[in-house]
């Protein structure tokens, strides 16, 4: 589920592929669409675009707009992932998001164009990259992944910085960053 603060709409995909967009004034659905084949694992907005990406189980991530009528608008389905698609950071400040799943790499992507900008190698972890979180000031992704594994990776070096492992999770579902304050 993903709320659009600023149309006060939320978004949220399901396990036949169709993405449902709902007002949550008053709770009525406003839009569906067949948008994947298979189950969506991660909705993501961008305001400052008007876009919405979607990670699914189908290999694709597709990209859409939000015109200014609320109809969505398919952009592009981005096919470069030979496996299972779990997740979306968007990084609206650098203008990019990253996707995740079970393949061997990151891959970062422009959110303009949707074109693959580059791939961060998890040094082949084998395992499967379900949540990420970006920590601005250090400029890093941390990824979460199957067996209870944590990740740092440089987001401008495209390089790994530090792992460990929870020696209690086989699975870590959810995962949050909270800035310190002073």
């Not at 949220?12 to 993405?19: A, P, Q, S, V």
């Not at 961008?46 to 608008?73: H, P």
């Not at 997740?87 to 959110?111: T, Y």
């Not at 082949?124 to 067996?147: C, D, G, H, P, R």
Request: aromatic residues 10%.
């Amino acid at each position: 589920i993903e709320y659009m603060e600023d149309l006060d709409l939320l978004a949220f995909g399901n396990d036949k592929g169709i993405l449902e967009i709902w007002n949550s004034a008053d709770l009525t659905r406003v839009s569906t669409h067949q948008i994947h084949k298979n189950y969506i694992n991660c909705v993501k907005y961008s305001s400052q675009r008007k876009t919405i990406v979607t990670a699914s189980l189908d290999y694709t991530i597709s990209v859409l707009e939000v015109q200014s009528d609320l109809k969505i608008k398919h952009r592009k389905t981005l096919t470069q992932h030979n496996d299972k698609v779990y997740a979306i950071l968007l990084i609206e400040d650098q203008d990019i998001f990253v996707s995740s799943g079970r393949d061997p790499d990151l891959k970062v992507w422009d959110l303009t164009t949707c074109n693959l900008k580059y791939k961060i190698s998890t040094n082949n972890k084998n395992y499967m990259a379900t949540k990420m979180e970006f920590i601005k000031q250090n400029n890093l992704i941390v990824v979460s992944f199957k067996q209870g594994v944590i990740a740092l990776y440089d987001l401008k070096n495209a390089t790994e910085v530090y792992s460990f492992t929870i020696p209690s999770a086989n699975w870590i579902h959810a995962m949050l960053y909270m800035e310190a304050t002073n």
